[in-house]
């Protein structure tokens, strides 16, 4: 990043120094794809969690118990994907009006199952096993369910992250200095963007008991889930920003960088649920006698307004094929300061909001890198 900014300030700062001359007039288009990857929002969203306990006794009656427990982490990591970022300028003289803009679209999920063996027996002892799932801060004990070996349920999870971000900027341009094919511009105009976070954690689990009442089977289908999301709807806000190219031969370095400031208004939302959805079943036709479904739910909702700072910066090598056909390859790199994202539910104790139970709103600062590959196309 300091390198960039240092290779487009130097390049201002010389042309500076040079003659102005008249700029080469007409419309410049560059189509550039880029394989782009998301930084800091990679989130660790939970832990497998298996527990293991051996019990002993010797033969003088001295006792041994040794225990412990492992996290397997659960992390979700934004994949990297192909996108598209595209700019059109025109000039006369010593000015210029132009546009560009690209977008993001990107997810992970991760989910399965996690089992507990059954209790096994040796000369002296046992060995106990309890596996489960810790989410929103809380370590899931699972249920007791006598279909199972180990009569603990098998817990399955999934977890799921989705992020869509797209900007766009209009401006004006002013020709500091010039010299044949090379140049340094100063721009300034609007910024205008939107992002959009969502996030969905959950696992199910299931608690039978054979006859637990008047000769019924109690079968309790149970899922944790909670839904989040942060929307930004849409922003705009004033952009600045220099922009540089050396040429030499056939061959030159361009590079801009640029400063925002996004102002909108971010909606955060979130549902939590816990689901207990009961039946009661003749244990000798099968049939359901009962069904009972318990849902608990804290929703949430929160509008607030923001002043999103975005850095921007590109630095490329390009190759002119001809006097007004370049191609070329480079880096982009953008930045969004402290973004609110989607809230997190917690369980730091019960689950009872008396014990810290809820919502909690989080920032994180984005950061967009991709590497571009480009064609330029010059109207006279």
Request: net charge negative.
């Amino acid at each position: 990043m300091r390198l960039s900014i240092i290779i487009v300030l130097s390049a201002i700062f010389i042309f500076a120094a040079e003659s102005i001359v008249q700029a080469q007039d007409g419309w410049s288009v560059q189509l550039e794809p880029m394989w782009m990857d998301v930084y800091g929002y990679d989130e660790h969203v939970g832990d497998i969690v298996k527990y293991r306990e051996e019990f002993s006794v010797d033969g003088a009656g001295n006792i041994t118990l040794d225990y412990n427990a492992t996290y397997e982490p659960i992390n979700l990591n934004m994949k990297d994907k192909f996108t598209l970022r595209g700019e059109a300028i025109y000039r006369k003289n010593q000015w210029g009006f132009g546009l560009s803009g690209w977008w993001f679209g990107t997810d992970d999920s991760k989910s399965g199952r996690v089992t507990t063996p059954p209790e096994e027996t040796t000369l002296t002892g046992y060995i106990y096993y309890q596996n489960g799932v810790r989410m929103w801060d809380h370590t899931i004990s699972p249920l007791y369910n006598e279909l199972e070996d180990s009569y603990m349920s098998p817990v399955d999870y999934w977890a799921e992250d989705k992020l869509e971000v797209w900007t766009g900027d209009l401006f004006l341009s002013r020709t500091l200095a010039e010299k044949k094919d090379s140049f340094a511009n100063f721009s300034l105009g609007a910024k205008l963007g939107s992002l959009k976070i969502k996030e969905n954690l959950g696992q199910k689990q299931r608690a039978f008991i054979y006859d637990y009442d008047y000769g019924c089977n109690f079968d309790n289908h149970v899922s944790l889930e909670s839904t989040s999301e942060a929307n930004y709807g849409f922003m705009a806000g004033p952009v600045l920003g220099f922009e540089g190219k050396v040429k030499c031969q056939k061959f030159g370095i361009e590079g801009f960088i640029n400063q925002s400031v996004l102002f909108g208004k971010v909606e955060h939302t979130g549902l939590w649920e816990d689901i207990d959805d009961i039946l009661w079943v003749d244990p000798a036709t099968g049939e359901t006698v009962f069904h009972d479904v318990y849902t608990g739910e804290f929703s949430f909702s929160k509008s607030k307004r923001v002043a999103l700072p975005v850095t921007e910066l590109k630095l490329k090598v390009a190759y002119y094929i001809t006097e007004n056909v370049s191609i070329s390859c480079g880096g982009f790199y953008s930045i969004w300061w402290n973004a609110p994202v989607a809230p997190k539910y917690s369980v730091p104790g019960d689950w009872v909001a008396g014990e810290g139970s809820g919502w909690r709103l989080q920032k994180r600062t984005l950061k967009f890198t991709g590497l571009m590959v480009g064609l330029a196309i010059r109207f006279k």
